[in-house]
C-alpha cells in the first residue's frame, strides 16, 4: 500500500503528507530542491477571546416573534444586527514554514534517472530515490509520534553537498543558524512558535553555518526537527516552545537513526495494522495517473489505496495529545487557508470522524474528545449570553479559541446544533465498545448539551411541536436568500438522537432520574419525520423542498436521520423511500464532502451500486489531488475521511439491532477481502467474498452479548461470549452462522 510518483511534486497537492498528531510535513520529493511544508496543530491566528456577545438574548423574543409570523426576512436582519458573536469571524489555522534543502548535482547537466518518490502507508514513511551522475541518492522522512519530531535522512553513494534553510509566511519572524543548528522562531498574534532543525553526520564529514544556513558536506545526513508554539490551551498562550524542542532533540539526538525509525513503525504500526482491504491487484501505474484513470472501471484497487490512505491520514493528524483534525486536518500552507481550516461542526469536524470507530481507530477520537470538553465549558457562557439558557451550545464553527457564538453572517451561523451533532460520538463510542468508564467521564457534557435544549426548545404555534427557534437548514435558502426558520428537520433528528442516548447514557450509569423523565417528556414533543407532496423527506417543517432555490444543494442535513444516525431502517420502509426520494431529487454532482456523504447515504439504502458511482465521481482529478487529497474543491480532508466511513458502510453495518455483512456490496468490487472492521456491541469483522457472494466471515466478541448477524435476507440470533471467536464457514449455506474453538 503506497502512493508513488515519477516526478517530483510541482504545488502543494502534488507532496506527500506526514504527521504525528502535533507535527506535519508536506514532502516534495524535489532532486536539487527539496521542501518540507511545516504545520503545527496549535499554531493559529489570534489568542483568547469570549466570542458570546452580552446583549445577544434581549432581541431574541423579537426574532423568535418575527419567524413565528412567517417574516423570515426580517428575522434573519435582525439576528445579523444583534445575535452575532463579537467579532464576527473566528480566526484561521496557520501554516507555520518551510524547511528548504538545497542539494548540488554530482556533476553540472548530470541526467536524473530512475525517479521515484512514495508515501510508505504500511510504515507512514515518505521516500525519494534517484540517480543523477552516477550517484545514487535516497531519502527516507517520517513524522515520529513517540520521539515528537519529523526526522528526515539523506544518504548517497558518494559525497554529497547539501545546503538547509528555513522559510517563514508570517511577518514577525527571524531565522539563524549556529554550529549544527538552524533556527526559525516567529509570532502569529499572541502565539509564539519556533522551528528548530539540528544536523547529525552519520561518518566523516562537515557542517559549517553562514549567513543564515547550514552547509554540509557527507554522504549521510540525518535532520531532526522539531516544531513547538507558546498554545498551551484555548486560555492560555504562555508556553515555553524553545524549552519543548530543546528537549524533544536532546532525547532523539542520543538514538540511532534505526532504532528511532523503528520505534515509529512499531507505533503506528499498533493502529494501522488493524485493518486490511484487499480489492485485487494495483497496476504498475502512478497513482495520479490511476486517478485520471479510474472511471473506467478497470482498477477497483485504487478504492482500497483510497480507504488505507485516509485511516492513514486519521492517525496522522488526530492522535492523543494533540489536536482536533481541522477541515485541512493537520496540513495547510497559508496564513488565510480556506474557510479559515477551522473546525466547521454542521458537518465537516463530525464528518473527519465518522471512521474512527469502524475502521478500528478508536484512539483517534481523543483530540476531538477534549476539544467537545473545551466547547462544553466555552459553550456556557454563549449559552447564557445568547439565550439565557444553562447548559451549553455550539454553532455552525469554532476555532482554536473555542469560539461557540454564532458567525460569519445570520444565513450560515444561526444554527445552534453544532455541539448537540458532536456529542454524537460520546455514544458512538459506547456503542462500538461498551466502555462505561469512557462513558461517565463525558456524560456530564451530554447532559450538559440536553439542557441547554430542555431550556431553549419553543412550542411552534402552528403544531404544537417543540422546535428550535431560530435556525436553519445549514447553508440552505427556503425561501432566496433566508434560512432562518423554527425547527429544521435535522435539528429535531439531531437532538433526538442526543435526548435519546443521554438518557441511555443515565440509564447505563444508573444516575438522574428526574432529569431523565424531564429529557422524555422533551423528547415525545419534538416534529416527527415527514413526507412531503413529492414523497421526499422533508427538510423544513413546512413542505419548502420542491420551491427551494437550490435543488441541487450540497448539504443533505434532513437526512441526518439515514445517516450517521439510524432513524431511518429497513424497520421504517416509508421513511426510507422518502430518504431516497430525496436524494434522487439532490442529484449526485457536488463537492467532494458532500459526495462522500452521499456515498454513506447510498450505502445505507443498501444500493451498492450507486454509492460506487458516487465514489467514482469523488476519484476524479476534479475532486481527488494527484496526492489523494479530496477536493471541494479546494482541499477539504472531509472528504477522505468520509470515503472511508463509505467504505466500511459498503462492506459492514451495525445498526438498527443487527450486524449485516456486505449490505452494499458494488458490483465492481466482484472479489476481496476485509479484515478488523468494528461493528456496534463490541465485535471485530473480517469478510471474504468471490463471484460477489459472502465465502468467509468471523466475528470476534470482544465483550460477549447477543447480536443478530444479517446475511441477504437471512437473519441468524448469536449468543457470545467475551473472546469468543464465531465463523462462516465457505461450506456452509448462507445464514448458518457456527460457533469456532477459541
Same mark, same amino acid.
Given at each position: 500500500?503506497?502512493?508513488?510518483?515519477?516526478?517530483?511534486?510541482?504545488?502543494?497537492?502534488?507532496?506527500?503528507?506526514?504527521?504525528?498528531?502535533?507535527?506535519?510535513?508536506?514532502?516534495?520529493?524535489?532532486?536539487?530542491?527539496?521542501?518540507?511544508?511545516?504545520?503545527?496543530?496549535?499554531?493559529?491566528?489570534?489568542?483568547?477571546?469570549?466570542?458570546?456577545n452580552p446583549d445577544a438574548h434581549k432581541a431574541l423574543p423579537e426574532i423568535r416573534r418575527l419567524i413565528f409570523a412567517g417574516e423570515y426576512e426580517a428575522?434573519?436582519?435582525?439576528?445579523?444586527?444583534?445575535?452575532?458573536?463579537?467579532?464576527?469571524?473566528?480566526?484561521?489555522?496557520?501554516?507555520?514554514?518551510?524547511?528548504?534543502?538545497?542539494?548540488?548535482?554530482?556533476?553540472?547537466?548530470?541526467?536524473?534517472?530512475?525517479?521515484?518518490?512514495?508515501?510508505?502507508?504500511?510504515?507512514?514513511?515518505?521516500?525519494?530515490?534517484?540517480?543523477?551522475?552516477?550517484?545514487?541518492?535516497? @531519502?527516507?522522512?517520517?513524522?515520529?509520534? $513517540?520521539?515528537?519530531?519529523?526526522?528526515?535522512?539523506?544518504?548517497?553513494?558518494?559525497?554529497?553537498?547539501?545546503?538547509?534553510?528555513?522559510?517563514?509566511?508570517?511577518?514577525?519572524?527571524? *531565522?539563524?543558524? *549556529?554550529g549544527k543548528t538552524l533556527l526559525?522562531?516567529?509570532?502569529?498574534? +499572541?502565539?509564539?512558535?519556533?522551528? @528548530?532543525?539540528?544536523?547529525?553526520?552519520?561518518?566523516?564529514?562537515?557542517? +559549517? /553555518?553562514?549567513?543564515?544556513?547550514?552547509?554540509?558536506?557527507?554522504?549521510?545526513?540525518?535532520?531532526?526537527?522539531?516544531? /513547538?508554539?507558546?498554545?498551551?490551551?484555548?486560555?492560555?498562550? *504562555?508556553?515555553?516552545?524553545?524549552?519543548?524542542?530543546?528537549? /524533544?532533540?536532546s532525547k532523539a539526538m542520543k538514538k540511532s537513526w534505526d532504532r528511532l525509525k523503528v520505534t515509529h513503525v512499531a507505533d503506528y504500526q499498533k493502529?494501522?495494522? @488493524?485493518? /486490511?482491504?484487499?480489492?485485487?491487484?494495483?497496476?504498475?501505474?502512478?497513482?495520479?495517473?490511476?486517478?485520471?484513470?479510474? &472511471?473506467?472501471?478497470?482498477? $477497483?484497487?485504487?478504492?482500497?489505496?483510497?480507504?488505507?490512505?485516509?485511516?492513514?491520514?486519521?492517525?496522522?493528524?488526530?492522535?492523543?495529545?494533540? *489536536? &482536533?483534525?481541522?477541515?485541512?486536518?493537520?496540513?495547510?500552507?497559508?496564513?488565510? $487557508?480556506?474557510?479559515?481550516?477551522?473546525? +466547521?461542526?454542521?458537518?465537516?469536524?463530525?464528518?473527519?470522524?465518522?471512521?474512527?470507530?469502524?475502521a478500528n481507530l478508536l484512539e483517534c477520537y481523543e483530540p476531538?474528545?477534549?476539544?467537545?470538553?473545551?466547547?462544553?465549558?466555552?459553550?456556557?457562557? +454563549?449559552?447564557?449570553?445568547?439565550?439565557?439558557?444553562?447548559?451549553?451550545?455550539?454553532?455552525?464553527?469554532?476555532?482554536?479559541?473555542?469560539?461557540?457564538?454564532?458567525?460569519?453572517?445570520?444565513?450560515?451561523?444561526?444554527?445552534?446544533?453544532?455541539?448537540?451533532?458532536?456529542?454524537?460520538?460520546?455514544w458512538d463510542h459506547y456503542e462500538f465498545t461498551g466502555d462505561k468508564r469512557a462513558l461517565a467521564l463525558y456524560y456530564p457534557i451530554l447532559r450538559g448539551a440536553a439542557d441547554f435544549f430542555l431550556d431553549t426548545l419553543v412550542t411552534d404555534p402552528k403544531s404544537g411541536w417543540l422546535v428550535t427557534c431560530p435556525s436553519n437548514s445549514p447553508e440552505n435558502a427556503h425561501h432566496p436568500g433566508?434560512?432562518?426558520?423554527?425547527?429544521?428537520?435535522?435539528?429535531?433528528?439531531?437532538?433526538?438522537?442526543?435526548?435519546?442516548?443521554?438518557?441511555? &447514557?443515565?440509564?447505563?450509569l444508573k444516575r438522574d432520574t428526574e432529569f431523565v423523565a424531564r429529557v422524555r417528556t422533551a423528547r415525545s414533543q419534538l416534529p416527527p419525520l415527514q413526507i412531503g407532496s413529492a414523497g421526499q423527506l422533508q427538510e423544513w417543517l413546512e413542505d419548502w423542498d420542491l420551491d427551494a432555490p437550490e435543488r441541487d444543494h450540497r448539504h443533505v442535513s434532513h437526512l441526518y436521520a439515514l445517516y450517521p444516525s439510524a432513524q431511518i431502517t429497513r424497520q421504517t420502509p416509508e421513511l426510507l423511500a422518502a430518504a431516497r426520494k430525496s436524494l434522487e431529487l439532490r442529484g449526485d454532482l457536488a463537492t467532494g464532502w458532500s459526495l462522500a456523504w452521499k456515498l454513506n447515504l447510498w450505502a445505507r439504502l443498501g444500493d451498492g451500486q450507486r454509492a460506487h458511482a458516487l465514489l467514482a465521481n469523488l476519484l476524479t482529478p476534479e475532486r481527488t489531488a494527484p496526492n489523494l487529497f479530496n477536493l471541494h474543491p479546494p482541499f477539504q480532508i472531509d472528504g477522505n475521511f468520509g470515503a472511508v466511513s463509505g467504505i466500511c458502510e459498503l462492506l459492514l453495518q451495525s445498526h438498527g439491532g443487527e450486524i449485516h455483512l456486505l449490505p452494499a456490496l458494488p458490483p465492481q468490487w466482484k472479489e476481496g477481502s476485509v479484515s478488523g472492521l468494528r461493528a456496534r456491541g463490541g465485535y471485530l469483522v473480517s469478510l471474504q467474498w468471490r463471484d460477489s457472494q459472502l465465502t468467509h466471515a468471523t466475528l470476534t466478541s470482544q465483550n460477549g452479548g447477543e447480536c443478530?448477524?444479517?446475511?441477504?435476507?437471512?437473519?441468524?440470533f448469536l449468543k457470545t461470549r467475551k473472546g469468543g471467536i464465531y465463523t462462516f464457514p465457505e461450506e456452509s449455506a448462507f445464514g448458518i452462522l457456527s460457533r469456532a474453538e477459541d
Open positions: 500500500m503506497r502512493l508513488w510518483y515519477d516526478k517530483p511534486a510541482q504545488d502543494w497537492l502534488e507532496a506527500l503528507p506526514l504527521g504525528n498528531g502535533t507535527l506535519g510535513a508536506m514532502v516534495y520529493g524535489g532532486v536539487e530542491n527539496e521542501r518540507l511544508a511545516l504545520n503545527h496543530g496549535n499554531l493559529w491566528a489570534g489568542g483568547p477571546h469570549d466570542y458570546a428575522a434573519q436582519a435582525l439576528v445579523q444586527e444583534r445575535f452575532l458573536s463579537q467579532p464576527l469571524r473566528q480566526m484561521p489555522y496557520q501554516a507555520l514554514g518551510s524547511l528548504l534543502l538545497s542539494v548540488q548535482p554530482p556533476a553540472s547537466g548530470a541526467e536524473i534517472q530512475d525517479y521515484q518518490r512514495e508515501l510508505d502507508l504500511d510504515e507512514a514513511i515518505a521516500r525519494v530515490r534517484y540517480t543523477q551522475g552516477g550517484v545514487e541518492f535516497t @531519502r527516507e522522512v517520517f513524522a515520529s509520534q $513517540p520521539d515528537g519530531l519529523i526526522i528526515m535522512r539523506l544518504s548517497s553513494s558518494a559525497l554529497m553537498s547539501l545546503s538547509l534553510g528555513m522559510h517563514c509566511p508570517h511577518p514577525a519572524h527571524e *531565522s539563524r543558524a *549556529s526559525l522562531s516567529g509570532m502569529s498574534d +499572541t502565539v509564539l512558535f519556533e522551528a @528548530r532543525a539540528q544536523v547529525r553526520l552519520e561518518g566523516n564529514g562537515t557542517i +559549517t /553555518a553562514e549567513g543564515g544556513r547550514l552547509n554540509v558536506r557527507a554522504r549521510c545526513v540525518t535532520i531532526f526537527l522539531s516544531l /513547538a508554539t507558546s498554545y498551551a490551551n484555548w486560555q492560555d498562550t *504562555s508556553d515555553d516552545s524553545a524549552t519543548r524542542n530543546v528537549k /524533544a532533540l493502529l494501522y495494522s @488493524r485493518v /486490511a482491504l484487499d480489492l485485487g491487484p494495483e497496476p504498475e501505474l502512478p497513482t495520479d495517473e490511476r486517478v485520471r484513470n479510474f &472511471a473506467t472501471g478497470t482498477d $477497483p484497487a485504487l478504492a482500497a489505496l483510497h480507504f488505507a490512505y485516509g485511516r492513514y491520514l486519521l492517525i496522522a493528524c488526530s492522535r492523543p495529545g494533540g *489536536s &482536533a483534525a481541522t477541515l485541512q486536518g493537520l496540513w495547510n500552507d497559508s496564513l488565510t $487557508p480556506p474557510w479559515d481550516s477551522k473546525y +466547521t461542526v454542521n458537518i465537516n469536524t463530525e464528518m473527519n470522524y465518522w471512521p474512527a470507530a469502524p476531538l474528545f477534549r476539544l467537545i470538553g473545551d466547547l462544553a465549558e466555552s459553550g456556557r457562557r +454563549t449559552a447564557k449570553a445568547h439565550y439565557g439558557a444553562s447548559g451549553w451550545v455550539c454553532h455552525h464553527n469554532t476555532d482554536g479559541w473555542r469560539g461557540t457564538a454564532p458567525v460569519d453572517g445570520a444565513f450560515w451561523g444561526m444554527w445552534p446544533c453544532g455541539g448537540a451533532w458532536l456529542c454524537k460520538s460520546f433566508v434560512s432562518l426558520c423554527a425547527g429544521p428537520s435535522m435539528d429535531s433528528q439531531i437532538i433526538g438522537d442526543l435526548f435519546d442516548n443521554v438518557v441511555s &447514557a443515565a440509564e447505563v443478530n448477524v444479517r446475511i441477504g435476507e437471512t437473519v441468524t
